[in-house]
């Protein structure tokens, strides 16, 4: 079977789907021909020479991307999804809740399977790409929100005086929020944070943060908080309107705040409005990570850095190929253990095994047709 690994097309995409570590992997039944678009490593600091010799070869996109099987990160743009093979096995971030995107991979007749729809189920841990990719983006949003701002993160006692330790807020306490909290609480600062599932409390304050309550009015708030498979779910008005009260008072005292608040297939939840950001302090700054799905500040502008009296609003996109290489290992190392439900690694036998729950949740379209889902 040939395998392709193209180099990522999109615009500041560093990312790449496989490392030299998962080539060897692949390659060492000695059964499959495995060719690396060239240069598909270079941003992930990969060098073609290192893929060579784990084992693939050096081709260009039209071989990669016309493989049996390609191993991608991000779904393939129009002039990508025309070099697809009829028939071909696709894996990667192929944006399942894109209708018109799922529908035009489908024309192509390829079998795509969406990471994103991993069921969250143990078994599925170590192919989690959301998991793996919003660890990275949680923390660096806390090294971009240091770099921004433009005061020291802990506090320091110095022959000048002391210096008060940085405030910080973090909305939506899921992988990317934990991994914030305990970033932001490596440099010395002073934690709070606030999520409507009401199990992340003890995780908050196991890190060391103070927990934010948004108290639930009814047993429908309680409910609709608890989620879904690990997921949020929207919540009423009545209870946003006082969750934007509570998190109004808390902006005003923090130095930084960073958002992570998403629920999957909508538009994330507004948690911070633009009176909120006026009435914050100068030279305090926001990351909004949610900021691709739409935002969760009002003001946040993707791909920029937008200041508001006196409040920078970090939107900056896809923070984790701001850590390429990292970010590159974890996740081919998710992609190489999907595969493996379906590869043995050891003699090469590949059989798509269409009949594993995890892989069934995952397929986007087969046979030129988009797999429709509740
Ligand atoms: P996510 O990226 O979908 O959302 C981020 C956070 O935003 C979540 O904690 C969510 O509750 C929160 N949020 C949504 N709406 C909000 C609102 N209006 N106000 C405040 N917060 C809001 O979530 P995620 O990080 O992918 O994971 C969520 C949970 O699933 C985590 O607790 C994680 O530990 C768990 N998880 C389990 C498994 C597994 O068991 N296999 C794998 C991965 C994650």
Redesign the pocket.
């Known amino acids: 079977m040939l395998i392709g690994i193209p180099r990522e097309a999109r615009p500041g995409e560093t990312r790449v789907a496989a490392t030299p570590e998962t080539v060897k992997k692949i390659a060492a039944s000695g059964k499959h021909d495995i060719v690396v678009e060239s240069g598909a490593g270079t941003a992930s600091s990969i060098p073609d020479a290192d893929y060579q010799a784990a084992g693939a070869r050096i081709g260009n996109a039209t071989e990669t991307l016309g493989a049996d099987l390609v191993l991608k990160v991000r779904a393939p743009t129009s002039d990508e999804t025309g070099a697809l093979k009829r028939g071909a096995v696709l894996i990667g971030l192929l944006d399942p809740y894109d209708a018109s995107g799922v529908e035009a991979l489908a024309r192509s007749g390829v079998t795509g399977f969406a990471l994103e729809r991993l069921p969250?189920?143990?078994r599925?841990?170590s192919m989690?790409v959301?998991?793996s990719q919003?660890n990275i983006a949680g923390y660096k949003a806390v090294v971009l929100a240091a770099d921004q701002y433009g005061r020291f993160m802990p506090m320091l006692m110095t022959a000048a005086g002391t210096v008060k330790a940085a405030r910080v807020l973090v909305?939506?306490?899921?992988?990317?929020?934990l991994q914030a909290i305990a970033t932001a609480k490596r440099l010395g600062a002073v934690i709070e944070a606030?999520?409507?599932?009401p199990s992340?409390k003890d995780q908050v304050e196991s890190l060391g943060g103070k927990w934010v309550d948004v108290p639930y009015e009814t047993d429908e708030e309680r409910q609709i908080a608890e989620?879904v498979g690990?997921?949020?779910r929207p919540?009423p008005p009545a209870w946003?309107q006082r969750?934007g009260a509570i998190i109004a008072d808390r902006c005003k005292l923090m130095d930084i705040v960073i958002t992570?608040?998403?629920?999957?297939g909508r538009p994330a939840?507004k948690?911070i409005k633009a009176e909120t950001v006026a009435a914050m302090k100068p030279g305090a700054v926001i990351v909004d990570l949610a900021v691709e799905q739409g935002g969760n500040v009002e003001g946040s502008e993707l791909g920029t850095i937008a200041v508001r009296n006196g409040v920078k609003i970090v939107g900056l996109a896809n923070l984790p190929a701001m850590v390429a290489a990292d970010a590159s290992a974890l996740y081919a190392r998710n992609v190489l253990n999907f595969l493996a439900l379906s590869l043995n690694v050891k003699s090469g036998d590949y059989a798509l095994a269409r009949d594993d729950e995890i892989v069934q949740a995952t397929l986007v379209c087969d046979n030129g047709q988009a797999v429709s889902r509740p």
């Open positions: 969250r189920i143990t599925a841990q989690d959301l998991s919003a909305l939506g306490v899921g992988v990317a929020g606030s999520d409507v599932r992340v989620g690990g997921y949020a919540m946003m969750q992570t608040a998403l629920i999957p939840p948690l």
